[in-house]
């Protein structure tokens, strides 16, 4: 008692005892992005597998990417722009969902998880002296750390909001959209 005492006194937390707090900078990026990760996740584990394949034919949805290619290019592009903000080499040609093999829901929704968490611990290490640093490839093009973090946001944001229309064009509610309690 006599130690969680002094912890609280000290304006330190059981889990700041036990791992180091995000920099500053990193957290306050990372809670938008955990956001978007578990929305998403959450979306493309409510879709069915049978409907992966579903793409909207009618209107202005002319070569759409099928519920399945969307959630692969989404995954191949976390890790794109994430390993440009490292400065390492992306993944080739997300634009078509990349070479990963992924292919069945099981596959794809674990590539996705995977692409949010390698994602999330580039973020974590973000801090203000490195924020800035310049960055440059194919997806992100001459950038920095903090802008194409704010592009790899973005851009799941809107690929969500996508796959909300193809939910709901199956008679399905995304989980983020129904009531408090229901499932």
């Known amino acids: 008692m006599v130690f969680l005492f002094g912890l609280v006194c000290a304006g330190g937390t059981v889990r700041g005892a036990a791992q180091a707090p995000d920099d500053p900078m990193a957290a306050s990026v990372a809670p938008v ?44 592009s976390n890790f794109a722009f994430f390993n440009e903000v490292e400065g390492e080499r992306p993944p ?48 992100g093009g001459e950038s920095t750390r903090l802008a194409l973090t704010t592009i790899g946001v973005w851009h799941a944001s809107d690929h969500y909001g996508q796959l909300v229309v193809y939910l709901r064009m199956n008679g399905l509610v995304p989980p983020a959209s129904r009531p408090s309690g229901s499932q």
């Not at 409907?51 to 990417?65: E, V």
């Open 33 to 76: 992005f955990s956001m978007i990760e578990r929305s998403f996740v959450a979306l493309a584990e409510t879709m069915p597998a049978d409907l992966y394949d579903f793409a909207p034919t009618d209107g202005a949805f002319a070569d759409a990417r099928t519920f399945g290619e969307q959630v692969k290019h989404v995954a191949c």
């Open 92 to 139: 080739a040609d997300c634009a078509s969902g990349g070479t990963h093999p992924a292919m069945e829901k099981s596959e794809l929704v674990a590539y996705l998880q995977e692409s949010f968490e390698y994602a999330g611990s580039v973020i974590r290490a973000m801090t203000p002296e490195n924020a800035l640093n310049p960055t440059d490839g194919p997806y």
